[in-house]
T-cell receptor, first 111, second 114 residues
Framework: QKEVEQDPGPLSVPEGAIVSLNCTYS??????FMWYRQYSRKGPELLMY????GNKEDGRFTAQVDKSSKYISLFIRDSQPSDSATYLC???????????FGTGTQLKVEL | EPEVTQTPSHQVTQMGQEVILRCVPI?????FYWYRQILGQKVEFLVS????????KSEIFDDQFSVERPDGSNFTLKIRSTKLEDSAMYFC????????????FGPGTRLTVL
């Protein structure tokens, strides 16, 4: 079983749709959870950072963590064509700095 | 807004040659990292560096790799004798010394080994 699993997509949605992106993980030692956005041939850009189980909102983005199910989600409201990118989940154990990434989900928001 | 910068953006080298990839982390950050991403694959951790020494490294980071902070601003990754399979995007990241330790990534250097 992979440490972090993420559906690679591609996921295509119409502009204005609510997008749900998900990752599951197997190692309960992961304590910190992040979502990065990566445009083609660019570096990952940090979108959301969460620690506790529950929801964290920032503008159109909501990150959700369920540690009991080992499941994290990113919701994008009112999606825009500029949201078209690959979304990477990443996680870190409590005692270290190494980020473990999912494979990324490619999102396309169409006009 | 401060950002991590990397040079060069693209490096082409012959197999067996040494390459040095350069990064300028965000100025008040204390932790520095290298990650790589082989085309079509996930981002993988290579090494973290703090207080002038390696704090953590992955299995990928073998004796062919080394890191250095030669001065107060640069952070470098050296690959001593490149192999074809070293072809990848190499990302530098940095973070403050905080509980959350948010890591901010540079734009990457595309390394092509021929």
């Amino acid at each position: 079983q992979k440490e972090v699993e993420q559906d690679p997509g591609p996921l295509s949605v119409p502009e204005g749709a609510i997008v749900s992106l998900n990752c599951t993980y197997s190692n309960s030692a992961f304590q910190y959870f992040m979502w990065y956005r990566q445009y083609s041939r660019k570096g990952p850009e940090l979108l959301m950072y969460t620690y506790s189980s529950g929801n964290k909102e920032d503008g159109r983005f909501t990150a959700q963590v369920d540690k009991s199910s080992k499941y994290i989600s990113l919701f994008i409201r009112d999606s825009q064509p500029s949201d078209s990118a690959t979304y990477l989940c990443a996680m870190r154990m409590g005692g270290g700095n190494k980020l473990t990434f999912g494979t990324g989900t490619q999102l396309k928001v169409e006009l | 807004e401060p950002e991590v910068t990397q040079t060069p953006s693209h490096q082409v080298t012959q197999m067996g040659q040494e390459v040095i990839l350069r990064c300028v982390p965000i100025s008040n950050h204390l932790y520095f990292y290298w990650y790589r991403q082989i085309l079509g694959q996930k981002v993988e951790f290579l090494v973290s560096f703090y207080n002038n020494e390696i704090s953590e490294k992955s299995e990928i980071f073998d004796d062919q790799f080394s890191v250095e902070r030669p001065d107060g601003s640069n952070f470098t990754l050296k690959i001593r004798s490149t192999k074809l399979e070293d072809s990848a995007m190499y990302f530098c990241a940095s973070s403050q010394a905080s509980a959350y330790n948010e890591q901010f990534f540079g734009p990457g250097t595309r390394l092509t080994v021929l």
